[in-house]
């Protein structure tokens, strides 16, 4: 059983290029969450896909930064004319979610943008 | 609005000595759900458990303890014996069914405990 896999799991990239980073969840997983986690603060939500549905969007998100969740599957997420502030760990976690209500979410090991 | 706090930045214990990480919540709804999650060195987030509003019993799961109440708005956790491998941050969480499940995080415990 594969866990949550990202890629890639380190980037360094200059600034004003634009960097693409993938997510593939849990197989079985309807959702799948996208959170940012600079150092010394918790996680923060990005982003979600009920299968292909981009379905809520963080007002941390700003245009810059997209997301896709093509056929249900992984997902990628972009971010264009990328700046200093950007530079973080990005986290990718997925879940079952029934009606019953949100169960826990699996982490990948997420993906380390420097932005230099 | 949702919020969590872990007011303990860093704790640093002995190995074998008793650790509890306090977590307080805030939220309006009454359908609700904790977790705990660690993140040891390498970086990658560990589930440890979930825990529904409704369900205010405590659990156990060997050296590790949970002590949910709603009245303080409170889901503490609690490690028994400690142990070098403990040695991780510590988030809690806050979910809710309105938002899809996404996750609300404190700031984490930093726990270090020594030889």
């Known amino acids: 059983d594969t866990g949550v896999s990202q890629d890639p799991r380190h980037k360094i990239t200059k600034r004003g290029q634009n960097v693409t980073f993938r997510c593939d969840p849990i197989s079985e997983h309807n959702r799948l969450y996208w959170y940012r986690q600079t150092l010394g603060q918790g996680p923060e939500f990005l982003t979600y896909?009920?299968?292909?549905?981009?379905?809520?969007k963080s007002r941390l998100l700003s245009d810059r930064f997209s997301a896709e969740r093509p056929k249900g599957s992984f997902s990628t997420l972009e971010i264009q004319r990328t700046e200093q502030g950007d530079s973080a760990m990005y986290l990718c976690?997925?879940?079952?979610?029934?009606?019953?209500?949100?169960?826990?979410?699996?982490f990948g090991p997420g993906t380390r943008l420097t932005v230099t | 609005a949702q919020k969590v706090t872990q007011a303990q930045t860093e704790i640093s214990v002995v190995e074998k000595e008793d650790v509890t990480l306090d977590c307080v919540y805030e939220t309006r709804d009454t359908t609700y759900y904790l977790f705990w999650y660690k993140q040891p060195p390498s970086g990658e987030l560990v589930f440890l458990i979930r825990?529904?509003?409704?369900?205010?019993q405590n659990e156990i799961s060997g050296r590790y303890s949970w002590n949910f109440q709603k009245s303080t708005s409170s889901f503490n956790f609690t490690i028994t014996a400690s142990q070098v491998v403990d040695s991780a941050v510590y988030f809690c969480?806050?979910?809710?069914?309105?938002?899809?499940?996404?996750?609300?995080f404190g700031q984490g415990t930093e726990l270090s405990v020594k030889p």
């Open positions: 976690a997925s879940s079952w979610n029934p009606a019953s209500g949100p169960y826990e979410q699996y």
């Open positions: 896909f009920q299968n292909e549905a981009q379905l809520e």
């Open positions: 825990r529904n509003s409704f369900d205010e």
């Open positions: 969480a806050l979910s809710w069914n309105n938002q899809g499940g996404k996750l609300i």
